[in-house]
């Protein structure tokens, strides 16, 4: 495996009832609070009762902004930035699931910054510092509670950036699984897809003596596997909230990328996709990876018979590490529609039309991947196999 350096700041609350530990946070961060979550679902679940109370016990002043898109934008960031600085703000709390979290990094970041922040979301610039950042998780997905990534769309160029600052890792986050069991179905599968992709991008890598590595995204992927379809039937079901949101808390919050360096590719690809369309982050997940798998394993079939073997159960012995490596493959493809993920580009209204645009935005820094090496041909080639 390669030298690492890990740390990780954030405080994590886990469990029920840890709504509590807010009022300690919120006089130890200021007095001053910018509560920013999405669409108002947290007023109809009583997240947001539960929130506005500790931060009125604590004598908190609350700025809210909502409204926060599924995938995030810079003019949202930009005006958060500018309430930040007229309102004096201490702190920036968000109430939500990665989105939201995402927004509320890059609008910490940009109200201390002294220039337009999409610069620092394109990479011409980093992150000068950040207003200290909380979160009250209310989707199992993304994993952005716990690392110090962003991803932003510019609504106005088609381009949706990831980007990270050390600033931007939360100072404490509060995850509750209760305060996921009326997310509907179909964020719940998003959710879970993604998750199960981060713990993918990472998985593949040419790294050697990663047992233990190998190890923790293969536990996190058997318990997603498992319990995901038992989930989507029971989506009130406040145990297997928890199991699900542990793992897409572990899934990316560094402890699976020590020593290892992943691809990564499939979320460049992705990101493309919604940057045009305006798609679901899991939706476009679940579509584009099984077909890089189509086209990877051909190149390192043993990677994908270690997966099929030890997260699907599928039997190895007499058979070529290719032949096995498709079947998981297959395996992950019939998972995933189990539980009611997409399958198609198509299924999204999604045409050819522009195809080597989006595999153009996938390449603005050139070839992507580490694992297999993508050019603007090949991503294009998959955005085709995917229709």
């Not at 506005?52 to 005006?79: C, D, H, Q």
């Not at 560094?254 to 939706?283: C, Q, R």
Request: net charge negative; hydrophobic share 40%; glycine share 10%.
């Amino acid at each position: 495996m390669k030298p690492f350096v890990f740390q990780n700041p954030t405080k994590l609350y886990f469990g029920q009832g840890q709504i509590r530990h807010l009022i300690a946070e919120t006089n130890q961060l200021g007095s001053r609070v910018l509560l920013l979550y999405g669409g108002g679902s947290i007023k109809q679940n009583g997240v947001y009762d539960a929130v506005m109370g500790s931060l009125k016990e604590a004598g908190a002043e609350v700025f809210e902004l909502s409204g926060v898109e599924p995938n995030p934008r810079i003019s949202t960031v930009r005006r958060g930035a500018a309430m930040c600085r007229e309102h004096r703000i201490d702190w920036v709390l968000a109430v939500g699931g990665g989105s939201v979290i995402d927004c509320a990094k890059a609008i910490a970041a940009a109200a201390v910054f002294d220039a337009d922040f999409w610069d620092v979301v394109s990479h011409k610039r980093s992150a000068q510092g950040a207003l200290p950042i909380g979160t009250v998780l209310t989707l199992a997905a993304t994993g952005s509670e716990m690392n110090a990534g962003s991803v932003i769309t510019n609504e106005e160029t088609q381009d949706k950036m990831g980007w990270n600052s050390p600033h931007t890792f939360p100072r404490f986050s509060i995850l509750d699984p209760a305060y996921t069991v009326t997310v509907p179905r179909d964020h719940t599968v998003n959710g879970i897809v993604d998750m199960m992709s981060h713990v993918l991008e990472q998985y593949f890598h040419h790294d050697e003596a990663t047992p233990v590595q190998d190890g923790f995204c293969e536990s996190i992927m058997q318990a997603i596997v498992e319990t995901a379809p038992q989930l989507v039937q029971d989506l009130g079901n406040v145990e297997l909230r928890e199991i699900i949101m542990y793992c897409g808390t572990m899934a990316l919050n560094g402890v699976l990328s020590m020593g290892v360096t992943g691809d990564w590719a499939n979320h460049d690809m992705e990101h493309a996709v919604s940057a045009v369309y305006d798609i679901p982050h899991g939706g476009g997940l679940a579509i584009l990876f099984p077909h890089w798998m189509d086209v990877a394993v051909e190149q390192h079939p043993e990677r994908f018979a270690q997966l099929a073997e030890n997260v699907f159960g599928i039997k190895s012995a007499g058979r070529s590490p290719l032949e096995v490596g498709k079947e998981g493959i297959q395996a992950l493809r019939n998972f995933w529609r189990s539980i009611g993920a997409p399958s198609k580009l198509s299924d999204y209204g999604i045409d050819d039309s522009r195809l080597v645009l989006m595999a153009g935005k996938a390449t603005t820094f050139g070839p992507r991947g580490r694992f297999i090496t993508l050019t603007l041909e090949d991503i294009a080639d998959i955005y085709k196999r995917a229709l």
